[in-house]
């Protein structure tokens, strides 16, 4: 009767240890994306078909925004602010995809034509932020006078 026991109990073992071998293949098999893998998921950009003129160059400026953001390249994203903006680096995140858009506001002001926006943007943390975006384009500059990001608040 001992011996019954005994080999019921060994067989017992050995299955039990097969099963958890099976579970941990069948986990490794899975394609589970790690936090590296999900941060090096490009951006979706904004659809620049959807506009013309002075908007389109703005959603421009917001993409290349995104894109640098992504690349990590600082020199080229603080090109897009204005040398007086309070920005003063890269931000430490990655903008996935901008989830939503308000009407792009453009004014003209005495020296410059100042444009905003309401943006929700979707952060590589999954978690979604409000922003305003203030842009510029100086008069001064005539022809050649380009939008530049003013502030992100």
């Known amino acids: 009767m001992k011996k019954l026991t ?3 109990l060994l067989i017992l073992l050995l299955v039990a240890c097969q099963n958890k071998g099976n579970t941990e293949d069948a986990q490794q098999d899975e394609e589970i994306p790690t936090f590296q893998e999900k941060e090096d998921i490009p951006p979706v950009y904004l ?30 994203y603080m090109n897009l602010f204005d040398p007086q903006s309070p920005i003063s680096g890269i931000g430490r995140y990655k903008v996935r995809k901008i989830t939503s858009i308000s009407d792009i506001i453009i004014q003209e002001q005495k020296q410059l034509y100042q444009g905003a926006v309401t943006i929700t943007e979707l952060r590589e943390n999954d978690k979604e932020y409000i922003s305003t975006m203030v842009f510029w384009k ?13 502030d992100i608040d």
Do not use: C, H, P
Request: aromatic share 10%; charged share 40%; glycine share 4%.
């Open 6 to 8: 005994v080999i019921s």
């Open 47 to 76: 659809d620049e078909t959807n506009y013309t003129g002075d908007e389109l160059e703005i959603v421009k400026l917001m993409n290349a925004r995104v894109r640098y953001l992504y690349e990590k390249d600082e020199k080229a």
């Open 138 to 150: 100086k008069k001064e500059d005539g022809d050649n006078a380009q939008w530049i990001f003013a």
